[in-house]
């Protein structure tokens, strides 16, 4: 994946104010993202780059980045929020529902 795909994504994001567009905008993003770098773009939504004992960070919200992954999952955020919770890690959650939902 190429990384102006993000890039234009992230420039959609700061165009809109409504967090439905915003929503809509991650989701689709996710759906065009090999699985394999999925847990990099998830880290980059969060606003992390580097492991987070460097202090770099980006800002965009936890929140809303759960909620694209519910979306493009298909699946209850509550459900999103209980494999958050065991892995520790949002990259693997999003890697874990998306590939819940393709053998489904």
């Known amino acids: 994946m190429e990384f102006s795909i993000i890039a234009e994504m992230f420039e959609k994001m700061e165009k809109t104010s409504s967090r439905i567009e915003l929503t809509n905008i991650l989701v689709k993003l996710l759906k065009k993202t090999p699985e394999k770098i999925i847990p990099n773009v998830v880290y980059l939504l969060q606003g992390v780059i580097r492991p987070n004992f460097e202090g770099v960070e980006l800002g965009i919200a936890e929140k809303l980045a759960i909620r ?11 459900k999103i929020e209980d494999d958050y919770r065991d892995e520790g890690n949002l990259g693997l959650t999003a890697s874990n529902m998306l590939n819940f939902k393709l053998v489904k």
């Open 68 to 78: 694209a992954i519910s979306k493009s999952a298909g699946l209850p955020i509550k």
